[in-house]
């Protein structure tokens, strides 16, 4: 993704006499926000790079996105804990970097445009600091975009959004699947450049995102930094649990979106088409028994299946690149967990849960931080090119893996796109 040139959060007078649009009333990436609430401080929030927001109008020349930036932490390089990325009409992207501070902070998004014609806009969190908070909603110190609606022109008039993708994807994944380091690359020089972290993440480049535009679906990301089905690393990285925990809840990340915000009102609205796991490269870590890794698998999948349809297709996806080799314990432990699932009552009746394994392939480049490659100036975090490989190879197994399964199983691939 290229970016157009910065554009800075300006901090604006209370606004009057302007029309304005609730947090309620935009749209919203499925399954990773904290859903709007209602009063006088309405808001809707997430932690998650790759979520978005949308929203059309006519009889306005500018387009305000209304924030909270109270909570919202420092970034090493001065900026704040936020990257957002703009697009009017579908154009080219610009890059915000919100100020912290304000708990009634406005951002300009578009101006000079056109009153008499429609407009659509597109905001994503392209990225946040992988080590603020991001699960506790602390008072301070955090990387959550809470938005509180958006300010248009005094007479505008909001429209439908634009159309979307029949399908949604709920993808939960690390920070591979975030998009950390996706554009650490200098053209110019033909190297890799840049700091390491927020700079040069992305995640409109990941592979979830081309998986899911593959798919013919609007993505609903779940990815964050250190996490796995079991490794309680991530604690370490923004205070977020690991996927699940038996018999601890607080401690079970996969249906919330942070800490006391379920997930599951969202998935029970509307069920995803595709529920997405890429998680396991990091309960490599010692602190994850094989066994351990193998029974959080096959308890974690009728777990998301009750929460979705009987239909949903759920992909359990073995993660890429490090040391998932043939005889990797970690692997042949997320593999042994799916099919100690799938031998189960439950799990031999669920035939849209699928696996999809593209080891060796998609290791190629991927070979350990530290070590980089043509495919990753770390040696674990793919750029943005890789990304998109990936992606098109994950969507392309899933649809063999559809084409094989029982039919009734979700899926809008071979759908038109709207």
């Known amino acids: 993704m290229a970016c157009a040139t910065l554009v800075l959060l300006i901090v604006l007078h209370p606004l009057h006499a302007q029309t304005l649009i609730p947090a309620a009333d935009l749209t919203f990436s499925p399954y990773n926000w904290g859903p709007p609430s209602t009063g006088a401080d309405a808001s809707a929030f997430t932690s998650n790079p790759g979520a978005w927001l949308r929203f059309s109008f006519t009889g306005s020349s500018s387009a305000t996105l209304l924030l909270n930036t109270s909570a919202l932490a420092s970034a090493p390089d001065g900026g704040s804990c936020l990257a957002l990325a703009v697009s009017i009409d579908d154009g080219p992207w610009a890059l915000l970097r919100p100020r912290a501070g304000s708990p009634n902070a406005s951002v300009v998004l578009a101006a000079g445009l056109q009153p008499g014609a429609p407009h659509n806009v597109r905001v994503h969190l392209l990225a946040t600091c992988e080590t603020a908070d991001r699960w506790l909603r602390a008072p301070a110190g955090g990387a959550f975009w809470v938005v509180r609606g958006a300010a248009l022109d005094t007479g505008a008039s909001p429209l439908p959004p634009g159309a979307l993708r029949p399908g949604t994807a709920l993808v939960f994944g690390d920070s591979i699947s975030e998009g950390t380091n996706a554009q650490n690359y200098d053209v110019a020089a033909a190297r890799c450049g840049g700091p390491y972290g927020l700079a040069v993440s992305s995640a409109l480049d990941t592979w979830a995102a081309g998986f899911a535009e593959a798919m013919n679906a609007e993505l609903g990301l779940a990815a964050f930094a250190a996490q796995g089905y079991s490794t309680r690393n991530s604690l370490h990285y923004g205070s977020v649990p690991p996927l699940l925990t038996a018999g601890d809840e607080a401690a079970t990340a996969w249906d919330k979106v942070c800490a006391g915000t379920s997930r599951l009102p969202a998935l029970a609205a509307r069920a995803p088409t595709y529920v997405v796991n890429a998680l396991g490269f990091n309960d490599q870590n010692a602190d994850v028994a094989p066994a351990l890794l193998q029974a959080t698998v096959a308890a974690w999948l009728p777990a998301a299946r009750a929460a979705v349809d009987p239909t949903t297709t759920l992909l359990v996806v073995v993660p890429f690149g490090g040391e998932m080799r043939t005889n990797n314990a ?75 399964a029982p039919p009734g199983c979700a899926r809008t691939d071979k759908t038109t796109s709207s």
């Not at 495919?375 to 992606?391: F, N, V």
């Not at 899933?398 to 084409?403: E, F, H, Q, T, V």
């Open 330 to 404: 970690t692997r042949l432990a997320l593999r042994a967990g799916f099919f100690s699932y799938k031998a189960s009552a439950a799990g031999a009746a669920d035939g849209c849960a699928l696996l999809v394994d593209l080891y060796p392939a998609a290791q190629r480049g991927l070979q350990g931080l530290g070590r980089p490659t043509a495919e990753s100036c770390d040696g674990t975090h793919p750029l943005a090119r890789r990304h998109a490989q990936l992606g098109a190879m994950v969507a392309a197994a899933a649809a063999r893996a559809l084409d094989a």
